[in-house]
């Protein structure tokens, strides 16, 4: 167990409750008004060591910055295509793909993880749509998935 620290403890604070997914620099931000010194290398070091411990979770989904989520229990994650926004999904547990994956691999599977993407409420409500992103995604890189996430 590593040594107290007011800064980790700090980040922590800031994350409980949060169901925003904050990204590392608002985190930083936000942890600047109370440790004005504190570096972003160091938000991100406690980052990474909470989420080892298994305090946060670290949610690393297309090619935007990592988000981090206080939930740690198990749940999956909508990301917009257009703001990059993230949000967990009310929804059951897909368990049983472990199962369906396991059926012709020789190996043992131990769990999953899965990323829903689309267009957010905000981002329906202000005209953008999925059609938009399909003709995006056949110009860009003709691949299904996440634009740029901030």
Do not use: W
């Amino acid at each position: 167990m590593p040594n107290y620290s007011r800064q980790r403890e700090s980040i922590r604070n800031f994350l409980a409750g949060r169901r925003d997914h904050p990204t590392a620099e608002t985190i930083y931000q936000n942890i600047r008004q109370e440790y004005p010194s504190i570096s972003l290398g160091t938000v991100y070091r406690n980052l990474t060591l909470l989420s080892e411990l298994g305090e946060i979770q670290k949610i690393s989904a297309g090619s935007g910055p990592e988000r981090f989520d206080p939930n740690t229990a198990p749940h999956y994650h909508f990301i917009c295509t257009h703001c990059g926004g993230v949000s967990d999904l009310k929804m059951g547990s897909l368990d049983h793909i472990n199962i369906l994956a396991g059926q012709d691999f020789d190996g043992e599977i131990a769990g999953h993880s899965a990323y829903f993407y689309g267009t957010c409420a905000g981002c329906r409500s202000a005209g953008q749509t999925m059609t938009e992103d399909r003709a995006a995604d056949r110009t860009d890189t003709g691949q299904r998935g996440p634009k740029s996430i901030p």
